[in-house]
Every structure is written in C-alpha cells, then in structure tokens.
C-alpha cells in the first residue's frame, strides 16, 4: 500500500491501535478511527463481530491461529538475546489483523477486495552500541501477500512470519528483515499458555464488548541467527509471546496505556497494563497476573500493584516525554522491583504502517521477592504520550 494511498485516508494523524493487551494492552481496536473507508460502521448491512464476553474456551494449538468473526487481532514477539561475543540485544516482532465492516467490500467477489488488513512491526535494540532500528510492513490479505492461518499459527506479510512447526503449538519459527537487520529465530515454551483476566477475558473498559481474550506464553527458550549491517551472529536467549483477539473500543476518558511484562530468574513472570485517564488517573479495570516457576497464577487488580515513575526520556524525534524508570510493587506478595531501560531510545514512528509513536523497549530488572533478591529482564510498552489516543463513537 503506498504512502499516497495512505494520504488520502483522513484521520491518519490518530493512534491506529488500542485495546490488545501489549502494543500489549490491545494495542489493536481504534482502527475504524483510522481507516473510516475502509471500517464504516454506519451501513447497518454490514457484517457483524464477536465481542469478546465471558464463556469463551481456548483450545490450544488451534487458538494460536486467526480469529477472523473478531474485528482485531495481533500476534507479539519480544525477546532478549545474547551473541556469542557477549554482545546483548532487544527484539520486537509484531503482526495486526484488522477486518473490515464493510457489507460491499465483503461481497465483492475480487481478490483485491480488502477485507483484512495486516501491519507489522519489527526492532532490535543494540545495548552495547544503543542503537535502535526498526521496520514496519502492511498488506492485504486475499492476493497472497499477507494472510492468517485459523487452526495453527501461521501469520505473515512478504517474508516476515510467524509460524508453528510443531504439532503441539509448543514451538515457533520468527522471520523478519530489513534494509540493516533481520532475524531468524526458533522459540520453544518452558510454560502452557497463560490467560489472564477472568479465565482469558482481559477487561478493557467499563462497558459490554470493552475486551480481549488474551493469554501469552510467558517463557520461550530461544536460538537462531541476528544479522545487523550484512554480520551475522549466532544468538539464544528468551521471549515473551502476547496473542489477544476481540471486536471492542477505546473508552473516551482513556489517552493511552503503560504494559509491563517481566521475566524473573526465579523462573516466575509478571503482566500488567495500567490504563491511563486524561485526567492523570488510572483506570481500575487495570490487571495483570503473575505466573509462579510451575505454572500457576494469581490475577492482579489496579488496587494490588503500585507503579512509580523514577525518571523520564524526552524523544528528540517527536518530542513525546516518557517515563524511563519503574519501581513496582505488589506488597501482598512481598515484590519489589526496579525496572530500568536497557537504552532511552526505543520509539518507534510508525509513519507507514499504524501511524502511532510508542516507545516500546527493553528494561533489566532488579529488586527483592520475599527474602529474597531476584533479577531478570522485561519489556515496557508506553502508548498516548506523543499524541493522546483519540476515540469518536
């Protein structure tokens, strides 16, 4: 799709996705604010989405695929790696899906008709050199260039992709590249699926259909090859995976979203999305959950987690000033933890694909739990500081 295309679309200006979890907090949803020719909601013919409501049951490997009577869907990689000179790195890959409401585009018998769209982002932080790069794609699906599998994991646009190559869902191939980067990389679980919320269904807001079903594999042993500059290298080290799916929006007091997801070397995980109002406050249906080293979890709620902001980063690039520095807390469980950005710029300015600015990087992390001190790594996602999320009903 070319820029010229995509300059013809009003509205461009606002955040192209919310509401999925990660970009991790349904990062996905305010699309039909974005591409109204495409996402008109107001011919009463047209087609009809799920929402996401309580009674959903996941049922793995299958539920690793497309979910296409959902509106929104994405698919999100992060991961930290190590080469074998001992140099560390960051990685993002991330693929939307997002149908149309169009009764026309549905019944138009063309291949060309467009009734999903895909977009994808990908990153590598350098923290030695602290250098960021990333990459971005979008396509439509119908013609081959960009597609979704619905009973297995098989998402792509061009030659980026995310595919199952086991039976049993337990084992994931990672392909992107650009002009300056790309990677290649096997991911297997060391957990079963995690759903958060009330049994997978991620609140998002007050209102019906204001949700995802959401879930993540938190722990993903990883190996496979970084090329940066034309230099490849061996890499291994560990991701995290997100999968959310629903048809719901962005509540209008709601500007924007801080996503946490952490990796303990106590082989326990933490995930939590705080909603943030415009008028500074959280918004309580914030949650999380925390994943203990067998598996099993504790769901979290706005009132059982604190986050304060112990610094901030000022992007030369669009201006946004971001927090860049956490401590966490859960008192009930005696969890304390610092999280520190492994490099101030990792924002990305997605121009040609969501046309959102978020700063989505990688963090160490350091603190105590219990008795005991732990540390680890995590990612932070940072949303609606460049430019407020914008809703129009």
Known sequence: MSNATLKRWPNLHRPLFFFLGSPAVFLCFGLSVLFPPLLSASEDEGPRFRQAVSGYQFHFPSDHGSHDEFR?????????????????????????????????????????????????????????????????????????????????????????????????GRRYHLRASSTDFSFDLMLEAEKDPILHGDQGLSRKGAEPGQASHYYSMTRLTTTGTLMIDGHAQTVQGVSWMDHEFGSGHLGQDQVGWDWFSVQLDDSSELMFYLLRRADGSTDPVSSGTLVFK?????????????????????????????????????????????????????ELITRRS??????????????????????????VELTGYATPIQFNR
Do not use: C
């Open 294 to 346: 067998d598996g099993h979890t504790q769901a979290l709620s706005s009132r059982d987690v604190g986050i304060e902001v112990s610094d901030h980063w000022t992007s030369p690039s669009s201006g946004a000033r971001y927090p860049s520095g956490w401590q966490l807390t859960i008192p009930s469980r005696a969890i304390s933890l610092q999280l520190i950005p492994k490099m101030p710029n990792q």
């Open 72 to 168: 929104t869907e994405w698919w999100y990689y992060t991961g930290h790696l190590i080469a074998e000179d001992g140099r560390t790195f960051g990685y993002e890959l991330t693929f939307f899906r997002q149908a149309t409401d169009n009764a026309h585009v549905h019944s138009n018998p063309s291949r060309w008709a467009i009734r999903h769209l895909y977009l994808a982002h990908a990153a590598i932080s350098e923290h030695d050199s602290q250098r960021f790069r990333y990459a971005e794609k979008v396509s439509r699906a119908g013609i081959e260039k960009a597609g979704a599998d619905a009973d297995r994991l098989h998402v792509w646009i061009d030659r980026w992709s995310a595919d199952s190559v086991a039976s049993d």
């Open 354 to 379: 969501t046309q959102v600015t978020y700063w989505e990087g990688a963090v160490k992390v350091l603190g105590r739990a219990g008795e005991k001190s732990v540390a680890g790594q995590g990612y």
